[in-house]
């Protein structure tokens, strides 16, 4: 159980700020929500306090974490299947699991293979999305604006990628 005013993460959604605990009824069934507002887009979520273990809910990283993540996304890509759709699913799969490094190793990968030869629609919708959601995670712990975060991201990204491209 967590906190009114704690900082978690929601697997496929982002992270956010824990504002209140509310009782809904919503398709004639009562129940209890957390709402979590979002630092991205200033949107309000409603988590099920009841299926909270099933959906991966966890508090966000520290700032130690935070250059461990860095460190991540500024090394050398992790092999991907050729097959699109099996890549699609594997990386779907790695999202949803809520894990900070998956999700981060996703985005470098995805980042990367999009300057090297361009991702098809699905995969570009992907990647915003995943790159969404860590973003939402470093604004909270690093105390920066989105804007200085995705800078951050795609920096690390791209200076981790150069010496790859210079051989």
């Known amino acids: 159980m967590f906190n009114i005013g704690e900082k978690i993460v929601y697997p496929m959604h982002g992270a956010g700020v824990i504002e209140s605990v509310e009782e809904k009824e919503i398709l004639g069934e009562r129940r209890k929500y957390y709402i979590m507002r979002m630092p991205i887009g200033d ?11 099933d959906i991966g809910i966890r508090k966000v990283i520290d700032s130690e974490e935070v250059k461990n993540v860095l460190n991540l996304l500024s090394s ?9 759709n099996r890549r699609y699913r594997a990386n779907m799969d790695m999202i949803k699991s809520g894990d900070i490094y998956e999700l981060a190793d996703v985005v470098r990968n995805l980042t990367l293979m999009d300057k090297e030869k361009g991702l098809s629609t699905g995969e570009r919708k992907m990647l915003s999305n995943a790159r969404q959601i860590l973003i939402s995670e470093v604004v909270l712990v690093a105390e920066l ?12 990204i791209l200076e981790g990628a150069e010496p790859n491209t210079a051989t």
């Open 43 to 53: 949107m309000k979520v409603m988590i099920p306090l009841d299926q909270m273990d």
């Open 76 to 84: 050398d890509t992790t092999s991907m299947h050729k097959n699109w």
């Open 145 to 156: 604006s989105e804007e200085e975060a995705c800078e951050l991201i795609e920096k690390t």
